[in-house]
């Protein structure tokens, strides 16, 4: 299963109280809760490039399944991750205490981010 392919934003929750955890402006939450942001993705076997754009934001990681790669964060951080395939259909990492997880199915992106007792999910669909 290719994750290639354009998302855009359905649904979230948890984004303003995980947003604050992670230390963004209240300011960023706030312009940032209501914007519908893109998501490009790029699958090139196991190389990966993920652009997504929020307003006139746009954050671009690539990385390779198994390899150490630097990826920035929604809260504009640069950190080193390794990102992990479960299955076909789902990607899988650990950063500075926070579980993350994108799993694709059929044409819906569900991204799961995991910190102590608080989760953000976001879900996408293909357009």
């Avoid at 290639?4 to 960023?28: C, D, H, I, V």
């Avoid at 929604?74 to 205490?97: A, C, I, R, W, Y």
């Amino acid at each position: 299963m290719s994750f290639t392919g354009k998302y855009e934003l359905q649904s979230q929750e948890n984004f303003e109280p995980f947003m604050r955890a992670l230390g963004l402006p209240e300011e960023k939450i706030q312009k940032g809760k209501n914007l519908k942001s893109i998501s490009e993705i790029v699958q090139d076997g196991k190389k990966f490039t993920i652009t997504i754009t929020t307003g006139s934001e746009v954050i671009k990681n690539q990385f390779t399944i198994g390899e150490e790669s630097e990826i920035q964060m929604l809260n504009g951080e640069k950190v080193k991750v390794v990102v992990q395939m479960e299955g076909n259909n789902k990607l899988v990492t650990e950063v500075k205490g926070m579980k993350s997880v994108t799993e694709l199915n059929g044409d819906t992106i569900t991204y799961t981010m995991t910190m102590g007792d608080l989760t953000l999910k976001r879900v996408s669909k293909r357009i």
